[in-house]
């Protein structure tokens, strides 16, 4: 692509040099200097075009336009990028991919450095004694085969697109064996102004709206993703979006993507269709799509257990299903039926239950809205796909995403503008304002067939239908409001919304479990070329000493203050070094990688890289869309974000949505069985910590 320059710049150039070479003779050296020309001025622009690739990516790796933040005087090489920015995308609209070759690639972060700051994140949980033996295995490891698979690093980071997203991919997402259930997957949640309670309805103008957006990334007809609206983001993780499945292996997984897939699959009390969204080479609307919809509800066929149980394999172990599939869907018509539902678009589940979801909700029917989601009932969700929409029997939806492909962000942002789009496509009585328009000559939902006689199959399908039910009935799945006060008050004490949400978190977990535990946050590092995440380790040294002075008598409130302002100030600047790519965990993790392809052995990397997060935390970012932030959307958008499992059976989750200034959603999980959880009281008490904390600074101004 030859962004920032356009394919026009070309002719521009060949313009300008034809008034000085071209000769006044005629005939073959007419066309011979035609030729040269022409030549010589493909070659000056592709020159060009690296030259203005090669500085737009400079400007993009200058931190002051992040750093330098509003409210504080920003250099003049700042605003000069700024300026050169904002006129770049006046001049020339950029494409949704435009910016890909221009992003900078992610640096290795010094090793020293790293250490360093690993030991930092784990002091404030582990005693005198270990601390000191975990540091003697840090300084052994770092001069001595630290400074070997260190090189081995850079000289990765200099031949490859990222030093670390394609080992992160392969080693720790494909290579796992862990269920997808509970390991890969988490959900989004509905528009809580309800449009219609007609499930095909609302499941047809779905699967329509996300066929436009599969299009329209396609045809780079989406506006490029923006950080502060300013400095672009890499959008790699959209191309496979749709039309794209795990597959289980024995040691490892594999995805599949195809370029182009004309259907979906719909499930419906255990029988699976392929329904065909295309006639004639045009995308059926969505009245077309819903008249299809209700022939598939109508339909009553007789289905076995088997059958009806066969997507709880796809929620089993990685091993055990790899094993199932290559016995029994390796031939015949089985291969067939799983073909068509690996290569479809995606996937629509239409349940036979209604999603209860609204502003009145109580958090045990906002959290059984959610579990709906995210494990449903054990067998009807294909966790394989990169997505299932779900459809409740009240129109309610919500999307199931797999993110082995990309991040929860990337489905985030694709989810958001359907719903937005979705808002307008219904009349006063809930029905679609679109007509059919090709009843008569429709395709008909093809029902997809299976042999599920074998014994040891039936054995196999049943036995991971328990394992996953068991995992499903233990899931402690909570959803509750925040109305007291959101980010609006939190913005005005001048903190970060985040780190005020993640101290109250870390408030919580201290007070109920009296000690503190390794912590989990994402940071997206998709400033750069092919990037991912990074961590963040919310349980600092600062925010344990705060933690422990809020409930200490002899602490006085202007301690408590000032130690929140620091705990504070020290998470946002770990939030802003995993953000570009200086946090500790994908740095150790490529180090662990490179070590054992190496041949090589390490304690330190071992325990530094297993070590379990007991707290799972997350917050989707929203408005990423451009239609987000017009006014009148947010007279009728509001969702409540996205949530995922505990990562370990002892630990949480804790995913939250700061969706405006006064609303804040929180979607707490945790295993029913583990005495040493509970996830009632720690939701209450991220709520009386809240409260706590603003307190902090209201007895303050008093």
Known sequence: MSYPLSPNSYWLIF?????FYFPLQQGDVYLKVIGKMALYSFI??????????????LVLKHKGLILETRGQNPTFKTKMYKYFLEKLKVWNKPLFFSFQNALPRLSVPDLKVTIKKYLDSIRSFTDDENYERIKKEA???????????????????????????????????????????????IYLTDNINQVTTSQSARAANLINLMLKFRDKILRQELEPIYLRNLLPICVAQYERLFNTARIPGIESDKIIHVEDSKHVVVMHKGSYYKLNVYYREHMLNAADLQYQIEEILQLKPTTSSTEKHL??????????????RDKFFSTGINKESLEAIESAAFIIALDDEPYIFDLKSSPEEYGHYGKQLLVGNGHNRWFDKSFNL??????????????????????????????????????KEGKLKVKVENKSSLPKPEKLEWSLIDIDLIDAVEKAHEDVMNVVNNVDHQIKLHKSFGRGFMKKCKVSPDAFIQMAVQLAYYRQHQKFSLTYEPAMTRLFKKGRTETIRSCTIESSTWAKSMDNKNSIKEEKLKLFKKACEKHQQMYLDAMFGNGVDRHLFALQTAAKLNGSESNFLNEACNEPFMMLTSHIPHAQSPKSNHDNVKDFFITAGAAMPPGIHKGYSISYFPFDDELLFFHVSSMKNCNSTDTTKLLNGIFQALTDIKNLFVENEK
């Open 139 to 185: 300084e052994t490891f770092e001069n001595g085969l630290g400074k070997k698979i260190q090189r081995k690093l850079v000289f990765k980071s200099w031949k490859s697109e990222n030093y670390v997203s394609d080992w992160w991919e392969e080693y720790h997402y494909l290579k796992s064996r862990a269920a997808l259930m509970y390991g890969t997957s």
């Open 311 to 324: 997507p709880s394999l796809t929620a089993w172990n990685r091993t055990k299903w790899a094993e199932v």
């Open 44 to 57: 000056l622009w592709i020159r060009l075009c690296v030259i203005c690739r090669f500085l737009l990516t």
């Open 15 to 19: 313009g300008i040099f034809i008034p």
């Open 390 to 427: 779900c459809v409740g029997s009240n129109g309610r939806v919500g999307l199931l995403n797999e993110h082995t492909y990309g991040d929860g962000s990337v489905a985030a942002h694709f989810f958001e503008e359907c719903l937005i789009d979705d808002y307008h496509c219904y009349d």
